[in-house]
Antibody, heavy 123, light 108 residues
Framework: EVQLVESGGGLVQPGGSLRLSCAASGFTFSNYSFNWVRQAPGKGLEWISYISISTRTIYYADSVKGRFTISRDNVRNSLNLQLNSLRVDDTAVYFC????????????????WGQGTLVTVSS | DIQMTQSPPSLSASVGDRVTITCRASQRIGKYLNWYQQKAGKGPKLLIYAASSLESGVSSRFSGSGSGTEFTLTISSLQPEDLATYYCQQSYSSPPFTFGPGTKVEIK
């Protein structure tokens, strides 16, 4: 069974840092790309970062570019997101999502998601 | 960037009703459109990919159609467990992997 389990969320002051992790199991981690997606309280889904299988391709949303860093560890089957210079509007549940390529092409679909980890930025 | 819109923002329907949600893209995206269901307190679940392909294990009550800029998600016979928010997402170009704003489905 595919499982993605996020951890590392918590309460942090504005300007602070956190490191989120997503532990993967039940599939061959190194064969997939991944996204981080967040959801502010009561709001919709916002894609924030993507990392390819080889790590050669990495994307960030403009809202987090220069502050967040995505990485992966294919030995530990772990996806990570370093959050620096946190702002109040970064408060959200952060989800990791596995990206599956489909025969039709395109950028792929998020076929499995974790349950999320809550990051609260407040003084 | 490609912008996604959804209508209606919310709807209330009775068990057994046919429900349709519309998603529009700001430019043509072929059939690169996916639909997700999110229940309260849970991560999203993939329902439909490539506009009309049903994800494995998803109820056949769900179907998708459309291409270009206009897409629909249909629930053929609404069930109590379909209470959720539904999001479309374009997978035509990256980044960003844009989501629609969501449609909240309630049961009368």
């Amino acid at each position: 069974e595919v499982q993605l389990v996020e951890s590392g969320g918590g309460l942090v002051q504005p300007g602070g840092s956190l490191r989120l992790s997503c532990a993967a199991s039940g599939f061959t981690f190194s064969n997939y790309s991944f996204n981080w997606v967040r959801q502010a309280p009561g709001k919709g889904l916002e894609w924030i970062s993507y990392i390819s299988i080889s790590t050669r391709t990495i994307y960030y949303a403009d809202s987090v570019k220069g502050r967040f860093t995505i990485s992966r560890d294919n030995v530990r089957n772990s996806l990570n997101l370093q959050l620096n210079s946190l702002r109040v509007d970064d408060t959200a549940v952060y989800f990791c999502a596995r990206v599956r390529r489909i025969a039709a092409g395109g950028t792929g679909v998020c076929d499995n998601w974790g349950q999320g980890t809550l990051v609260t930025v407040s003084s | 960037d490609i912008q996604m819109t959804q209508s209606p923002p919310s709807l209330s329907a009775s068990v057994g009703d046919r429900v349709t949600i519309t998603c529009r893209a700001s430019q043509r995206i072929g059939k690169y459109l996916n639909w997700y269901q999110q229940k309260a307190g849970k991560g999203p679940k993939l329902l439909i990919y490539a506009a009309s392909s049903l994800e494995s294990g998803v109820s056949s009550r769900f179907s998708g159609s459309g291409s270009g800029t206009e897409f629909t998600l249909t629930i053929s016979s609404l069930q109590p467990e379909d209470l959720a928010t539904y999001y479309c997402q374009q997978s035509y170009s990256s980044p960003p992997f844009t989501f629609g704003p969501g449609t909240k489905v309630e049961i009368k």
